[in-house]
Structure formats: C-alpha cells, structure tokens
C-alpha cells in the first residue's frame, strides 16, 4: 500500500513512518514536511491511502480533502490530530478518524526499543 502523510510537524512525520515501517502497513511515498501540501503532487505519487492532519497552516486538511476529490483521488482518507475527532462529523465527504494513530505508534516504537535495550 502506497501511503502519503500531509502533516505539517516533521517530527510526526518521522513517527507515523516509523509506525507504518514497523507495522509493515505499507511503503510512505511522500510527506509534506515543508509548507501546504500539493494536491497536485499528491495526485502524481497515487497513493492508496493519505493521512491528513486537518489543522494545518496554508492548506488545511479539509481544502486538501476537498482539493483531491475534485482531481478524482480515490484515496482513503484517515484524519490525524487532537482535532480530528471534532471536524470529522461535520465534513461531507467520508473521512476515517483515527483519534489514537500517534498513541498506537509511539507504542509500537516504544515496545520496539524497549527490546533493542533488553537484547544487548
């Protein structure tokens, strides 16, 4: 699975691909780390599945959401953030809310390095 993460904080950038890289649920092939995401360069990389922060600087999640239905994505849609659970309800178009991703994975990262330190 082709994923794309529109984030604005680098430093959750590097935690969701470190989730999605020990969980083995697919391969990242792009990243907002710097600006508004491109929709248009969104598009070109075809993911299978973007995780979207819906509250970001320039280009909210929401226009970004907007922005790809109306150039045809057929991308899942999963929303990221402490807002998410907030804003999901009142959008038109199907977004999936995963309230505890970063949780989950700094979890999964935790119990990861928790067994390099108890290994050595």
């Known amino acids: 699975m082709r994923i794309y993460i529109a ?3 680098p430093s959750v950038i590097g935690v969701l691909e470190d989730i999605l ?14 600006g508004a995401p491109d929709p248009e360069r969104i598009m070109a990389l075809d993911p ?3 995780l979207v922060d ?13 922005e790809l239905k109306e150039l045809g994505s057929r991308a899942t849609v999963v ?3 402490g807002m998410a ?15 505890d991703l970063l ?5 999964i990262i935790y119990q990861k390095n928790a067994a390099k330190r108890g290994g050595r």
């Open 7 to 9: 984030e604005d904080d």
């Open 54 to 66: 819906l509250l970001m600087p320039g280009r909210d999640g929401i226009q970004l959401v907007r």
């Open 48 to 50: 299978d599945l973007v």
């Open 79 to 81: 929303a990221t953030g």
């Open 21 to 34: 890289e020990s969980s083995a649920l697919g391969r990242v092939c792009g990243a907002s780390e710097e």
């Open 103 to 107: 949780l989950k994975g700094l979890n």
């Open 85 to 99: 659970q907030f804003i999901v309800p009142l959008c038109r178009r199907e977004i999936k809310l995963e309230k």
